[in-house]
């Protein structure tokens, strides 16, 4: 089993930036692939940004050129850093595992608890 804790959500100002964290612990061998999810309630869960094992990222179109993920094998964490935040990218933000390459939520095996990052204008 994997277990994913997420950190790093607050409130912040138009503008502002924030660092969202990701640390995994157990059988984290079998994940290929690790993602930023938004969720907000009554809609679908949508990628923000994903990374696989060999440091590939992908990138939803609201996040190209403001967000940037990365991971530390040694701490075995994800990071999102969040820059030039708009209301618009308040929600609840959710980190994921795959063990297999994917973009598709549905396929992600492991999913942290979330953490809500708000916005102000």
């Known amino acids: 089993q994997v277990q994913l804790v997420e950190s790093g959500g607050g409130l912040v100002q138009a503008g502002g930036s924030l660092r969202l964290s990701c640390a995994a612990s157990?059988?984290?061998?079998?994940?290929?692939?690790m993602g930023w999810f938004r969720h907000a309630p009554g809609k679908q869960r949508e990628l923000v940004a994903s990374?696989?094992?060999?440091?590939?990222?992908n990138y939803a179109d609201s996040a190209r050129g403001r967000f940037i993920i990365s991971r530390d094998g040694a701490k075995n964490t994800v990071y999102l850093q969040m820059n030039s935040l708009k209301p618009e990218d308040t929600d609840v933000y959710y980190c994921?595992?795959?063990?297999?390459?994917?973009?598709?939520?549905?396929?992600?095996?492991?999913w942290g608890q979330g953490t809500q990052v708000t916005v102000s204008s």
């Open positions: 994921g595992g795959a063990k297999v390459p994917t973009l598709n939520s549905e396929r992600y095996d492991y």
């Open positions: 990374i696989t094992r060999t440091g590939s990222a």
């Open positions: 157990g059988t984290i061998f079998s994940i290929n692939v």
